[in-house]
């Protein structure tokens, strides 16, 4: 559901991603602390990166996180 998923700006303007429901739910499964979101547009187009930082990665790769 896109209504579990918002992007909102913090104290210095930078874009940050907040999960809600299904979406927080997966992501804490998955063993994701953190988000780290790039946005950028022009007049046509937008584009948008997120990264989804994990404290350990051997365990994410054997299917453990």
């Not at 790039?38 to 404290?55: D, I, K, Q």
Request: no cysteine; proline share 2%.
């Amino acid at each position: 559901n896109f209504t579990d998923i918002e992007i909102l700006r913090d104290a210095q303007g930078a874009p940050t991603l907040h999960l809600h429901g299904v979406a927080l739910a997966l992501s804490e499964s998955l063993g994701v602390q953190a988000w780290s979101l790039s946005l950028t547009h022009t007049a046509t187009h937008a584009a948008a990166v997120a990264l989804r930082l994990v404290n350990n990665l051997d365990a994410h790769y054997k299917g453990k996180a």
